[in-house]
């Protein structure tokens, strides 16, 4: 049973900064592009960042509003991947969760994480 755990989320001032993780556990994703997605209330969830596998490169891809603010990384030994935010807004705030990239496996969603940003 593949189970994916999000964690490092919590409340901050607009300007400040987070570092997300996410550990895989029953399955390897060395070899997938991983992506975090984010999901505000009422919205739909949407993908943010991705990273390419160690095949394709490592290359990265950010949605226009996060560029220069998040950064997504990988770490194969320990089958996670990280989002570090940055110049934090408002408008940050939802749940993060990060899933294989660009579309995310049904059963890889994880309870995701709570990034709330106050102004």
């Known amino acids: 049973q593949v189970q994916v755990v999000e964690s490092g989320g919590g409340l901050v001032q607009a300007g400040g900064s987070l570092t997300l993780s996410c550990k895989a556990f029953?399955?390897?994703?060395?070899?997938?592009?991983m992506g975090w997605y984010r999901q505000a209330p009422g919205k739909q969830r949407e993908l943010v960042a991705s990273i390419a596998s160690v095949t394709s490169g490592y290359g990265t891809y950010y949605v226009d509003f996060v560029k220069g603010r998040f950064t997504i990384s990988r770490n194969n030994a320990k089958n996670a991947v990280y989002l570090h935010l940055s110049s934090l807004k408002p408008e940050d705030t939802a749940a993060y969760y990060c899933?294989?990239?660009?579309?995310?496996?049904?059963?890889?969603w994880g309870q995701g994480t709570q990034v709330t940003v106050s102004s």
């Open positions: 899933n294989t990239a660009p579309v995310g496996m049904n059963n890889y």
């Open positions: 029953g399955r390897d994703f060395t070899f997938n592009d």
